[in-house]
């Protein structure tokens, strides 16, 4: 049971449940359709973007726990942050569920390292990496749709 | 009537009636079915998944194999292997004779006129494709019509929706009720002179619905339209009579019904095939060869291009072998009282909605829950050793059709226990305590 526990840490449940920065986002410059073919979840995701700055994310959508979750987390983590550093934090959140990373990248990642669980869960990866494709979707271009497969 | 019921008071002579219609009951009740003895059969269930028994409940996704069938590969492989026909060595003259007796195996097990009526493929998904390859594309016009379910699977969808886009033909989908059921009022209307064939699946993989296949059939064949049913579902269950059905074609996967992987069969009159130009090209499927010309062979061996799955069809037929033995109408019986005591168990969960209701399901419970998503309820309940299967089920356009991304399937075969019914119900207890 211990590691269903690491997948399933109370943070997730928690933002599972109460997802943070979750629905339209008026200001919104950006934004881009998520799929995971694998379980049928679909996530939007919303970005206010002004002089290279995330102002303002959100996003919309029905999936897992793990799903959601990510994108709620997600969304608290770039806020406020340089499109820069949010691409820099998908590819260190990249990293730490697939293969792993590092003490000095844990602590860039903060809150985020909840997820590092998922890498002993191979069919889960794609739902915790899917908010973060869609944002690097989003932020690399306007409206587009992107899939994990 | 003996003198002593004669006189005796009226609560005697109901008792009395009340043992004979037992009696009358126990006459035409199946023997029990004898689940302890069949498990033995199947070493990959005793075994523990994170420290605890394993619970496979997925098996219309595959199901697993008994040693009969792993033996008669291992055998194969051990004593007889070689390339079969042509071949003049008795290596080669035993695989064949292996090989053919598997075909043979297959026609009975289905009741075909004509062994030469069973192709092996690789899967169901195969025939589907040989038969929309070889039969449908040649005969497709613009405007002509293929009638599907909203309930197919991929396999009995995609196919027709490649060849319609290929000719210009247009796929027509017979609607469900909310139950699960087809309505087979809108499937006798959808059936009109542009209608050239008929493909819908016998048993439902996402719902566990039995489709009325021998209305189906009819009324198609009162239009003279063929009819293609997809078994890959219903051949675990129950016993299959091709003859009876009056089916033109019929296709199942080895894997679902206790076989191996990679080994198919596609059941299809000879008065069709016989027209049906080759799928594929290579070695088997010709009769001579020059330069100038090809001559194709006859049946089955035209849609037999390659190398065959040998090794897969002495499985398959090794499976057929096992489902002989066992008492199937006990064995449906038994996986119907399963289903039975799941739902009801589940009817103790006010936040799990069935998906598919229809009476007379074949082993499958397909659900929803409204504090969890499917996919962390599989994964939750395989950290407590229950094996199920989330998703979509190959079922798009029927997930779409119920207005669900996905949902929680529990499947059955004839091994299955009580005891397992209730370490799943158990097992999502504790989805409720993590995610409720």
Known sequence: MSDLRELYQEVILDHHKRPRNFGPLAAANHNADGHNPLCGDRLTVHVDVADGVIRGVSFEGAGCAISRASASLMTDAVKGKSVAEAERLFEEFRQMVTSGVDQAVEESLGKLTVFCGVREFPSRVKCASLSWHTLHAALESKDTAVSTE | ?436
């Not at chain 2, 929309?132 to 594309?137: C, D, L, Q, W």
């Not at chain 2, 196919?159 to 290929?166: G, L, Q, R, S, V």
């Not at chain 2, 057929?320 to 969960?349: C, K, M, P």
Request: proline share 5%.
């Open chain 2, 1 to 436: 009537m003996n003198g002593h019921a004669a006189n005796g008071s009226a609560v005697e002579q109901v008792n009395g009636h009340a043992a004979e219609v037992a009696a009358v009951e126990q006459a035409f009740r199946p023997a029990p079915f004898n689940v302890a003895a069949v498990r033995r059969d199947f070493p990959i269930l005793q075994q523990q998944i994170y420290g605890k028994p394993l619970v496979y409940l997925d098996n219309a996704a595959t199901a697993q194999k008994p040693t009969s069938v792993i033996d008669a590969i291992s055998n194969y492989y051990l004593a007889d292997n070689a390339n079969i026909h042509r071949g003049v060595h008795l290596l080669s003259e035993r695989a064949t004779a292996a090989y053919e007796g598997a075909r043979e195996a297959v026609r009975r097990f289905l009741n075909a006129a004509e062994s030469r009526e069973i192709v092996f493929v690789r899967g169901t998904t195969e025939a589907v494709n040989l038969v929309a390859h070889s039969y449908a594309r040649p005969a497709l016009k613009p405007d002509d019509e293929i009638v599907v379910s909203v309930m197919e699977h991929h396999s009995n969808f995609v196919p027709w929706k490649m060849a319609c886009e290929a000719t210009g033909a247009r796929l027509r989908v017979v609607p469900i009720t909310d139950a699960g059921e087809l309505r087979m009022d809108e499937y006798e209307r959808l059936l009109c002179d542009r209608t050239r064939l008929v493909a819908l699946g016998h048993v439902s993989n996402a719902l566990g619905t039995v489709n009325p296949v021998a209305d189906i059939v009819r009324l198609a064949h009162a239009r003279g339209i063929p009819v293609l049913l997809d078994g890959a579902q219903a051949v675990p269950h129950m016993a299959v009579d091709v003859g009876a059905l009056d089916c033109d074609f019929y296709a199942f996967s080895g894997h679902k019904l206790f076989g191996p992987t990679g080994i198919g069969v596609l059941y299809g009159k000879a008065a069709l095939m016989d027209h049906m130009p080759p799928w594929q090209g290579g070695g088997d499927m010709i009769s001579s060869v020059t330069l100038e010309e090809v001559r194709y062979n006859t049946l089955p061996a035209k849609f037999e291009a390659g190398t065959p799955d040998i090794a897969g069809a002495i499985g398959l037929a090794a499976a057929i072998e096992y489902l002989n033995g066992l008492d199937r109408v006990a064995a449906a019986a038994h996986e119907a009282a399963l289903t039975r005591y799941l739902e009801e168990r589940l009817s103790g969960f006010p936040d799990v909605t069935l998906v598919g209701r229809a009476p007379g399901k074949a082993g499958i419970v397909s659900f929803v829950m409204s504090s969890a998503h499917p996919h962390d309820i599989g994964t939750v309940l395989d950290h407590e050793g229950v094996a199920i299967r989330t998703g979509h089920h190959c079922c798009q356009p029927l997930m779409h059709r119920l207005g669900v991304p996905a949902t929680a399937r529990v499947s059955f075969a004839f091994y299955n226990t009580r005891e397992e019914v209730d370490r799943f119900v158990d097992a999502l207890a504790r989805v409720r305590e993590m995610f409720g």
